[in-house]
């Protein structure tokens, strides 16, 4: 499976981003989609996840509220949506995916994940 994330950028605190993940190589509804992010000096975490039916999603508390998930099978393409930003969500953002049993349930260990894109910059200025 090959993933290619674009979307990233520099916004203003308060502003908004759209970041999408275009998979290929596999049957998309195969596989679970997480977005995972790492700021500098700090370990990469869980954002965002989805289930492979996209009808289960999970967020960090960080940004509950704040930032969507969703996915599009006919597209083959996840999608974070990204609103009222904050400087600490300044990272690289990471797409990944893996092959999931259940259909309906949203990973956020990154062990599940067997594939990660090439991540895409994401900066928020104060």
């Known amino acids: 499976v090959q993933l290619q994330a674009s979307g990233g950028g520099l916004v203003q605190a308060g502003g908004s981003l759209r970041l999408s993940c275009a998979a290929s190589g596999r049957t998309f509804n195969d596989y679970a989609m997480g977005w995972f992010r790492q700021a500098p000096g700090k370990e990469r975490d869980i954002v965002a996840a989805?289930?492979?039916?996209?009808?289960?999603?999970s967020y960090a508390d960080s940004v509950k509220g704040r930032f969507t998930i969703s996915r599009d099978n006919a597209k083959n393409t996840v999608y974070l949506q990204m609103n009222s930003l904050k400087p600490e969500d300044t990272a690289v953002y990471y797409c990944?995916?893996?092959?999931?049993?259940?259909?309906?349930?949203?990973?956020?260990?990154?062990?599940?994940?067997?594939?990660w894109g090439q991540g895409t910059q994401v900066t928020v200025s104060s």
């Open positions: 989805i289930s492979r039916t996209g009808d289960t999603t």
């Open positions: 990944a995916t893996g092959p999931t049993r259940a259909p309906s349930r949203a990973y956020s260990s990154g062990n599940v994940y067997s594939f």
